[in-house]
DNA sequence: CGCCTAGTTGAGGTAAGTCAATTCACGTGG
DNA sequence: CCACGTGAATTGACTTACCTCAACTAGGCG
């Protein structure tokens, strides 16, 4: 199960511990492309771990533009950051169908009690997305749109490899180029501009749901891709 | 104390946790402006309460552009998400003389363990501080630059309101405007110009270390801000 | 007194946006 | 089977928000 394997690169796991967040998986669900999970401004949310399929999460604005956070792909929590805020800042809409299961809120922090080792790996995973959404930030505060969106493909490879969906070859990717404009902070029309200019430059294509890595290295490089803050590495606490 | 008081407007903390939220402070230090606490690649860092003074988390690129990723006053943690992932993907930087108190690794691993609601308090703070990223992800993304600038001070403003050192007044701050544009992805320059336009549109003034908000109504609606994502609603657990 | 940092303003350049037209793949109903 | 509509990608022409470079002012401090 990719959750259990991304925790268990963070604490080595015991068999209580795996129990329990066995336990925590009650009701497994099944959403349609653009039904929302959760809803900016409601209250009281669930958590979700997603199985398969792809989500985003986005904030809406006041003048109808929007803007893409992240997107979460099998292994990724949905909405953990809601459950212990107030209400929701954001809305998560699944990109593809999607399979989840539901945390309640009540099994979460039972397991915050008793099992505070879960607790930890949790929090490791927590601030890992933070790591990535402060990433994200970065792009967009401080790097031009070819260096962005090819930081953006390849972090989204690295994420995918680690669950077995991905290589430096390159990975299936179901996103438009409109998501990932509204991800990026840029117009759809430039997101197609800039594609073509990295393809034409032997860096990568995408083409019919297909991004290939033509030039890994020279994309790294390029893009100034540094993967330590997936904070891949082993375990932290045995 | 500020950060007793931050937590506590979440959780309704009992005398014993308490008791082990004042056994954590253990060393006091000093830092001056500039001297960094945690840089970006170090291992094993501690996090830090920030006491008095102001402090940044910034990442560097390449090409010799930064990206502030936020700015920390009185009653913030410092480098919480550094204590879990291997390295630290960034640095933070006193903006002010400041005072801290540090928090060891070991120590906080401990309260987690042992007291596991003081567990879920520290928890929500991180997810507030993501919520508070995330907001900034926005506002970069798709925020222009009056807007971002008008929203970036009414949250400072509000924050500050929390620790009692602000108010729809205003309150001091310390930024330059290099500061603020590295915050802000823009310009220095830019920055310059668009505080001129937010005077003479008669919304705010920025002189001398003062923020003074003159119509502060009138930003929070052109500055779209909505500060629920800032969660001070009262404690959630009793 | 002179240097340094922060702020201010103007002139001109550019990355990215907007608007608009075209193509293509796909599904759906007459 | 074809007409039609719809969503996604593509490209061109033009606009603009913000950047860069540069000059100048004002305060703090050795």
Not at 35 to 55: F, H, P
Not at 132 to 149: K, S, Y
Request: with cysteine.
């Amino acid at each position: 199960m990719p959750l259990v394997r991304k925790l268990g690169a963070f604490v080595a796991l015991s068999g209580a511990e795996l129990a329990v967040l066995e336990g925590l998986r009650k009701r497994r669900r099944t959403f349609v492309a653009g039904r929302d999970l959760v809803q900016q401004g409601q209250s009281d949310q669930a958590a979700y771990i997603l199985m398969s399929g792809w989500a985003c999460s986005y904030k809406d604005l006041a003048n109808g533009q929007r803007q893409i956070v992240d997107f979460q792909v099998p292994g990724d929590f949905l909405g953990l950051r809601s459950v212990l805020l107030h209400i929701s800042d954001h809305t998560i809409e699944p990109v593809t169908q999607i399979e989840v299961t539901e945390i309640l809120k009540s099994d979460l922090l039972e397991a915050f009690a008793n099992t505070p080792r879960l607790a930890l790996a949790i929090f490791w995973a927590v601030s890992r997305d933070e790591a990535m959404v402060v990433e994200h930030l970065v792009g967009i505060g401080r790097r031009n749109a070819a260096e962005r969106l090819a930081h953006f493909l390849l972090e989204l490879g690295a994420r995918l490899t680690l669950i077995g969906q991905g290589s430096k070859e390159g990975f299936d990717c179901p996103l438009t180029q409109y998501l990932m404009a509204d991800a990026l902070g840029l117009s759809a029309v430039h997101v197609n501009r800039v594609l073509r200019h990295l393809r034409e430059a032997d860096l990568l294509t995408f083409h019919d749901g297909r991004v290939k890595f033509i030039d890994y290295d020279g994309l790294t490089d390029f893009a100034d891709f540094d993967p330590s803050y997936l904070d891949q590495g082993g375990p932290l606490l045995v």
